[in-house]
Nanobody, 115 residues
Framework: QVQLVESGGGLVQPGGSLRLSCAASGSIRTIRTMDWYRQAPGKQRELVAGSASDDSTNYADSVKGRFTISRGNAKNTVYLQMNNLKPEDTAVYYC?????????WGQGTQVTVSS
């Protein structure tokens, strides 16, 4: 059973940076998308950034210019570099990896932006 493990969350002051990492415990064949989602208290889970198999990326309007998604040199790893963090970025962040047959989710990592 493949598991996704996120790391890199924590408490940061407004304007600070964090880098989230997501690694799969096993091999995932023919990856289609590698994405980051987030869910704030009382809100629906939303797509933050996505990376497709053709290396195209897309971002939520609220994070454009501040967040960058990238794939690692090792297969089945994806990162989210978050700069100029704002209190409204506070949420649990989840990575998601899809292939033709499956959708894999991580357990989430808490990001709190507060002074």
């Amino acid at each position: 059973q493949v598991q996704l493990v996120e790391s890199g969350g924590g408490l940061v002051q407004p304007g600070g940076s964090l880098r989230l990492s997501c690694a799969a415990s096993g091999s995932i064949r023919t990856i289609r998308t590698m994405d980051w989602y987030r869910q704030a208290p009382g809100k629906q889970r939303e797509l933050v950034a996505g990376s497709a198999s053709d290396d195209s990326t897309n971002y939520a309007d609220s994070v454009k210019g501040r967040f960058t998604i990238s794939r690692g040199n090792a297969k089945n790893t994806v990162y989210l570099q978050m700069n100029n963090l704002k209190p409204e970025d506070t949420a649990v962040y989840y990575c998601r990896i899809t292939n033709l047959l499956n959708v894999y989710w991580g357990q989430g990592t808490q990001v709190t932006v507060s002074s």
